[in-house]
């Protein structure tokens, strides 16, 4: 009798501890994605590809008018379904008095990874881009070798190394790059789904500083936490948490909504 009483307690807790993390999981991670996807339908957007803005966005200065080397990151919100809550990132660098910047994307046609496919600074499915990271000058001279040897080294960079979720895509390969060079000093934002997807299916990742521990299962189900990613748990590829540098929180589908002003 006595038993039988325990594995009812036992089961009634964990049905409701089961009921807690449900209802968690809906209100921090579905509840504000719902929301996102609510808004993006409400948004004027192209209908495909073809007929969305691809051009430049004139962020960056023209090579000859600013000549010192440059290190750039971009991110940008993607089209279609996905354009609801996941973006599209890429690296442009430039040699000191280069005469071009040269762009990296990885994407899911085409050649594995594309150089110079478009324009630096472009808009993305008629999205603006957003700047992850900017680094300039001697440091960035000194870092673009570094740059492109991780480029080189990313271990999906041949035909067939792509799937859309929950990785490699376009954000596995450039938190590659920024793993692999941490003095870029940047995480892509928490809208990059596929970051979290670590190379050759790894548990976890430590950043080569050792200022950032990346734990993920297939980039489905984990954390990062450091100086740069702050305090993160994943979920599904969706993101919550906080950022520690610049105090801000991390909602799912929508992005990081910061304290302050920077």
Do not use: C
């Amino acid at each position: 009798m006595r038993q039988r009483w325990l594995y009812r307690k036992e089961t009634d807790l964990f049905m409701k501890a089961l009921k807690l993390l449900l209802a968690a999981i809906f209100v921090i991670y579905l509840l504000p994605t719902f929301a996102s996807a609510g808004l993006w339908a409400l948004k004027d957007r192209p209908d495909n590809w073809r007929e969305a803005n691809w051009g430049s966005a004139n962020i960056l200065p023209k090579p000859a008018e600013d000549p010192e080397a440059a290190i750039y990151v971009f991110s940008a919100m993607t089209g279609g379904l996905k354009g609801a809550i996941a973006s599209h990132a890429w690296i442009v660098t430039k040699d000191k008095d280069a005469p071009n910047y040269e762009r990296y994307d990885k994407v899911g046609w085409g050649t594995p990874i594309r150089k110079n496919s478009r324009a630096a600074d472009a808009f993305w499915y008629s999205n603006a881009p957003r700047l992850v990271a900017v680094v300039k000058g001697e440091a960035a001279q000194k870092l673009i070798p570094m740059v492109e040897a991780a480029i080189g080294s990313y271990p999906y960079g041949k035909p067939g190394g792509y799937r859309l979720y929950p990785g490699p895509n376009s954000n596995t390969f450039v938190a590659h790059v920024l793993r692999s060079v941490p003095e870029l000093g940047a995480v892509l934002p928490s809208d990059a789904v596929g970051r979290d997807f670590l190379p050759d299916g790894a548990f976890y990742a430590l950043d080569r500083d050792g200022r950032d521990l990346h734990v993920t299962l297939l980039g489905l189900l984990g954390f990062s936490a450091g100086m740069r990613s702050g305090v993160e748990l994943h979920f599904l590829g969706l993101v919550a948490g906080f950022d520690l540098a610049r105090p801000g929180i991390k909602i799912p589908g929508m992005g990081t909504f910061y304290l302050f002003d920077a």
